[in-house]
């Protein structure tokens, strides 16, 4: 029997098909082959002109590190030529605006050093709700522990100052009393004391018209101011600082101009505290004593008499030129 050409061929494509080990060895040769093609990368120079994947990722690239500014559309024109030549330049290669291996070898190395620098920070991990509770509590344990301690403080702090003044309160009155005894005498010190009186009899008691008939009651304050205004210029020559100091304030409660004469011959021989309580008596006499001159001067003002209007303004002169 004649076969055909065509039935021969039909034959001998099922036979491989069928026979396994053809097939195997077919497949472990054309697998090392593709794997080579695969493993070495295909390095193109992009230029001027180039489209595709390539040219767009470029573009990225140099738009990411500010080189470029136009569209990323994959097409290699004179902008993206432009910035390539910026980005060669700064990096010191060859600025000829073409992307070959090293310029994209470069770029790549830029772009992975800026993605180091820009890494986020990591985010921290939530505490779980438990762990917030028991340190919510705590916190909240060593605050109620602070304040405690810090109202035991006060209280204790309040309570020894109440004691301490309380205890110093005694001692402050006494040198106050001292010093206000010594330099101003009360009138405890003044008062001589009341000595014991014996009870009169009946039959030896004095009426009182005839004991305003023996001594009437004007004399007896008359000669009793006049004699303590002496006694106390008298005093004002004792060798005793407290006795002068009281015969000083006592005048000036006197008010008695005789006693201006006698305070300034003293103030001549006197120390800064006994002039400054001089002073002070001779501003109370001058007081007392222009007070009533002032308003006899003001009533001669306004009398009818020009010549006693004319002595008035006269006096007035004279006392305002002392």
Known sequence: MRLCRSSILIVTTLTCLGNPTLVD?????ETPQFLAQ???????????GSLGADVRLLQTHLRELGYYNGLVDGNYGNSTAAAVAKFQSSEGLTTDGVAGTATRERLKATIAKKANFATPSPTPKATPPEAGVAGFKLVRQNWLWWLLVIGGVLATSGILFYLLRSLRRPRQLE???SDEGKFYPTQQEITPPIQDLKALPPQET???SSFTELLPAEKTSRLAKVNIVEELVKDLRSPEPVKRHKAIWDLANQGDSRAVQPLLDLMMDSDSQQRSLILATLSEIGIRTLKP???ALAISLQDESPEVRQNAIRDLTRVYDM
């Open 293 to 295: 001159m002032n308003r």
């Open 25 to 29: 060895a077919a497949t472990r040769l």
């Open 206 to 208: 004095v009426t009182t």
């Open 175 to 177: 040198p106050l009393i």
């Open 38 to 48: 695969a493993q070495t990368p295909v390095r193109v120079s992009l230029a001027p």
